[in-house]
């Protein structure tokens, strides 16, 4: 069955920009949270959006910054108070503030792009590393990085855009321990090799929806010959592949719980196998890890999972429709080049909560724009815009977005009319030859 996709119309938009900057919702959430416990001249909406609009203006925004722009109020406060305000209350209530945010769905308007999956779900983290003194609330990976290190997981609907959980947590953990999210029947969810997980696996089957994954290499791989369990000699199998070539195979994986599945196997070119493993040796130096030879052979392929028959996805589109995954990189390389998430000073770690929380709040919103506008110009000009140049824009406008969420619906209105007349003329993405578009991709999945 094909799908037609809904994207938001304009009044929609506007009332849902209206919501997650509603004084009274927010000044009612500080109360709730402790934020606010009895009169005073700071309000929770004027902390919010001084930690939306003006905390990572540069990395190195000061507490006397902060205190000019509320001075733009008629707030005046001592450097010291504002700076006492950052504590477990403020951390508590910007965290509020992006649940709610993330709970907020857009009603859409329908709109011809089509998919035999209902949505393509991409869940990937991304990590950066934090002063030292966060490691008790931040745990880091050590080693050669820092002791103190956040992690992020994002999880979207590659077809909207639409946002469907950002998780905050440690830089140690990993990435197999992050649990599904919004599991729906005919859903095709493409993730990274951190999270391959064969229990995850069974779950996303078992709601009849689909996965694609890259293969990890130690997994026990067997095959069904009569009715007979036997192992699968993968090196092997890779040894007699001659480059170019893609095999795709009906297995079963795991060790005590088999579990049937679809191994696809491409070998690649040796020029690409050999760089493959010039990485692999230097990410296990900087680890201090070692490496077998097996692994290295293991170079030579590259290796997919998935419960997708080849009706449903031909074994040829396999690596074109996992390189939709790279769409979520480009993603996050927008967060750090644009809002610069990951660029964090040694600060009280109240105060560091409360500007990742408000950048979060403002990515949240630009991801909001990015889908109506991404919707009009594909709907105009048949094209798709760009990520990195949408978010570079934003940013450079985030005053003027401070100021219109305040004013009324007509100057928001206004405001969001023309931010999208420059988008679709500066934000069109640029088509790079031998590389496909992610649309065209998943127009060849119909």
Known sequence: MKHSYDFMNKDNLIEKIQELFDSKFIDKTARLTKFVQRTSKLKGFNFFMLCVFDAKNESTTSIEDLTRELQKDNIFIRKQSLQDRFN???SCFMKKMIEHALSKKLLLEKEKIKCQFNRIIINDSTSFQLPESYHNNYKGCGGSSSIAGLKMHYCYNLLSQEIIDINVGHGAVPDSLYPLQDLQRNDLRIEDLGYFKINKFKQIKEVGAYFLSRFRFHINVSVVDNGIIKPLDLLKVIRRMSY???KSINVQIGEKEKFATRLVIEKLPKKVADEKR???KLYKKQKQRTFTKELLIFCDVNTF????NQEQLPTHLIRQCYSLRWQVEIIFK?????FKIDK???MKIERFECFHYGCL???ILSTHLLRYCRHLNYKKFQLETSELKFFKLIVSMKQLIKASVRKSRNKLTEFLDNILAIAEKTCIKEQRLNRLQPLKIIRFLN
């Open 278 to 280: 010039r990485k692999l």
């Open 334 to 338: 927008s967060w750090k080049t644009h």
């Open 361 to 363: 709040m403002l990515i």
């Open 88 to 90: 477990s209350y403020s």
């Open 305 to 308: 999972v998935t419960n997708c």
């Open 244 to 246: 170019g070539e893609i």
């Open 344 to 346: 964090v000073r040694q």
